[in-house]
């Protein structure tokens, strides 16, 4: 089946730093890619939908500044965290939309990102 | 606002079992149809897409669907205690955002 990669899987950064976490379909072209973070127990939480070759659109309350994020191709998105601070220290995945045939989405294993 | 409500549970359910998990959306016009799983700490994995009125089975894993009672539904057969996680019913939300709008999930518990 269709596979989306993400890495890294576990990152630790220290306050104040980036961290840039890749998101890539494996066997298929994706238009649309998708960023979550997720507090544990609870949902998953929707930051921003990103469209190869254009700005991604970000969910109310979402600093796009501080979240940036690119899909310069039709297989990779990148999520950068600027400026990290511990209160950012959350589990971020991403989602890649499947557009052919009938659409799927699929998700990538997620980034476990600690700041301290 | 389109919704998609599931029962968050727990659902607990003997091993060998019948576990029956039910979703409902808002919007009349959605036209695909998602179950993910999501173990504890992990990404939610797809299992189901559902797309057309009636039942469609894989493996364990059947998923029913009922556009006119806007309803969908997945049962798994012979729970495994493997099965034991969060279960996600989601629907893009249309209109070219092509976001998902999830269930708050229901959690399933397969007792040995």
């Known amino acids: 089946g269709a596979v989306v990669s993400q890495h890294p899987s576990r990152v630790i950064c220290k306050s104040g730093t980036s961290v840039k976490i890749e998101c890539r379909s494996l066997?298929?072209?994706?238009?649309?890619m998708f960023w979550y973070r997720q507090f544990p127990k609870q949902s998953l939480m929707l930051m921003a939908t990103?469209?190869?070759?254009?700005?991604?659109?970000?969910e109310q309350g979402v600093e796009k500044d501080k979240f940036l994020i690119n899909h310069a191709s039709l297989t990779l998105s990148t999520l950068t965290v600027t400026s990290a601070h511990p209160e950012d220290s959350s589990f971020y995945i991403c989602?890649?939309?499947?557009?052919?045939?009938?659409?799927?989405?699929?998700f990538g294993s997620g980034t476990r990102l600690t700041v301290v | 606002q389109k919704e998609v409500e599931q029962n968050s549970g727990p659902l607990s359910v003997p091993e060998g079992a019948i576990a029956s998990l039910n979703c409902t959306y808002s919007?009349?016009?959605?036209?695909?149809f998602f179950w993910y799983r999501q173990y504890s700490g992990k990404s939610p994995e797809l299992i189901m897409s559902?797309?057309?009125?009636g039942d469609k089975e894989d493996g364990r894993f059947t998923a029913q669907l009922n556009k006119a009672s806007q309803y969908v539904s997945l049962l798994i057969r012979d729970s495994q205690p493997s099965d034991s996680a969060t279960y996600l019913c989601?629907?893009?939300?249309?209109?070219?955002?092509?976001?998902?709008?999830f269930g708050k999930g229901t959690k399933l518990s397969v007792i040995p």
């Open positions: 066997d298929f072209q994706a238009t649309t």
């Open positions: 559902i797309y057309s009125n």
């Open positions: 919007d009349r016009g959605s036209q695909s």
């Open positions: 990103s469209n190869e070759g254009s700005k991604a659109t970000y």
């Open positions: 989601a629907v893009p939300s249309g209109a070219g955002s092509y976001q998902l709008t």
């Open positions: 989602s890649a939309r499947d557009p052919w045939g009938t659409p799927k989405y699929y």
